[in-house]
């Protein structure tokens, strides 16, 4: 592909949209909303979906306090980051109401990991609804996959939208453990930082604990347009 012919996919993907669709278990197609979020919805994630995830103390995000999550943010855009919250919501088959199955807090403008003079979007957060939870609220064997994923993709989404060509980095939390960890690196094919390279001097960062993973602009757009499927 020609340098001028990236550039006219980059200059394109500035207009992708989040995906709409998640695949059930059972093959259907389950339709969801990505929006920004409100502390109404952390409030109700509190309440409905954190529970659960608290029985599965192997979580990283098993003791979250999402409305104190969301109020970092806010603090993030006060420091003029564009620090951001979105929530995905699907209508639950047992409630036929519209239920938080997903969380994430990013926050945009900072130095990329590989090479601190471009930017890039940090995801801060992020949480899925457990199995237990979908299976209450979908039926068993119909519950939402790739919820994740779909968190993930939206990050890219909003660095392609924001002309930061899908560059995105996270920190794996050690509370994840190795099985997070696996998952950047296998499941998202995320690039990771080595622990004896430099990370930018900003406070964001912090220290190389060998757990930064990061897309660059290819493997970004590789990811965004495996779920162009599930767009609109």
């Known amino acids: 592909m020609s340098d001028v012919m990236d550039q006219a996919t980059l200059e394109d993907r500035t207009g992708?949209?989040?995906?709409?669709?998640?695949?059930?278990?059972?093959?259907?197609?389950?339709?969801?909303t990505i929006r920004p979020g409100s502390r109404a919805d952390a409030s109700q994630w509190?309440?409905?979906?954190?529970?659960?995830?608290?029985?599965?103390?192997?979580?990283?995000?098993?003791?979250w306090d999402w409305p104190a999550r969301v109020?970092?943010?806010?603090?993030?855009?006060?420091?003029r980051m564009t620090g951001?919250?979105?929530?995905?919501?699907?209508?639950?088959?047992?409630?036929?109401?519209?239920?938080?199955?997903?969380?994430?807090?990013v926050f945009g403008r900072p130095s990329f990991i590989p090479n601190p003079q471009q930017d890039c979007i940090?995801?801060?957060?992020?949480?899925?609804?457990?199995?237990?939870?979908?299976?209450?609220?979908?039926?068993e064997g119909r519950e939402p996959r790739g919820i994740g994923h779909a968190l993930i993709d939206t990050a890219i989404s909003r660095a392609f939208q924001q002309g930061m060509e899908g560059?995105?980095?996270?920190?794996?939390?050690p509370d994840g453990g190795e099985k997070l960890a696996q998952w950047c690196s296998v499941a998202l094919r995320?690039?990771?930082?080595?622990?004896?390279?430099?990370?930018p001097r900003m406070a964001i960062y912090g220290k190389n604990d060998g757990r930064w993973f990061y897309?660059?602009?290819?493997?970004?757009?590789?990811?965004?347009?495996?779920?162009?499927?599930?767009?609109?």
């Not at 992708?16 to 969801?32: C, I, K, M, N, P």
């Not at 940090?122 to 039926?139: D, E, K, Q, Y």
């Not at 660059?216 to 590789?222: E, G, R």
Request: charged letters at 20%.
């Open 71 to 79: 109020g970092v943010n806010n603090t993030l855009r006060a420091m």
């Open 167 to 173: 560059r995105v980095t996270l920190h794996a939390t």
């Open 190 to 199: 995320m690039h990771r930082l080595t622990i004896n390279d430099p990370l």
């Open 16 to 32: 992708v949209s989040f995906v709409s669709w998640l695949h059930r278990r059972d093959g259907t197609q389950l339709a969801e």
């Open 122 to 139: 940090v995801i801060w957060h992020m949480s899925a609804a457990p199995r237990r939870f979908l299976t209450r609220h979908f039926g």
């Open 215 to 232: 897309f660059t602009t290819p493997s970004a757009l590789q990811y965004s347009q495996g779920h162009d499927a599930q767009r609109k």
């Open 84 to 105: 951001e919250y979105f929530v995905i919501t699907a209508v639950s088959d047992l409630a036929q109401a519209a239920i938080p199955i997903g969380l994430m807090t």
């Open 46 to 63: 509190m309440s409905q979906v954190q529970p659960d995830i608290a029985m599965d103390e192997a979580r990283a995000d098993c003791d």
